[in-house]
């Protein structure tokens, strides 16, 4: 059942990416698509890095991770070099686990 799962799954992506590949060239020139398209990508990771730092299994947690993402989020504000925005966010999200 498990490789069926993985066909599938494999096929899926396939026809997908074909359906792309498929496209006219004139609906991708299009203005819209193309905003699309260029914003699509960071709605998407967002939405992940959301998902994955305030969820567990199925419940919604505040805890370090929230604290790190908040302080990544201040650095960003701030137009940190993105270096300095991970390791901000490290370091805060490891000193609230050290003192909770």
């Known amino acids: 059942m498990t490789w069926l799962a993985v066909l599938a799954g494999t096929a899926g ?5 074909l359906a792309g590949l498929s496209l006219p060239p004139r609906l991708l020139a299009n203005a819209r698509v193309q905003r699309v398209a260029a914003l699509l990508p960071v709605a998407l990771l967002a939405a992940l890095a959301s998902t994955q730092t305030v969820t567990t299994g199925t419940s919604i947690v505040l805890d370090a991770r ?6 990544a989020v201040l650095a960003v504000l701030r137009r940190a070099p993105f270096i300095v925005v991970v390791a901000a966010a490290v370091l805060s999200t ?3 686990r050290l003192v909770s």
Not at 66 to 71: C, F, I
């Open 66 to 71: 929230t604290a790190g993402l908040a302080v």
């Open 94 to 96: 490891s000193l609230v």
């Open 13 to 17: 992506c396939y026809l997908a990416k």
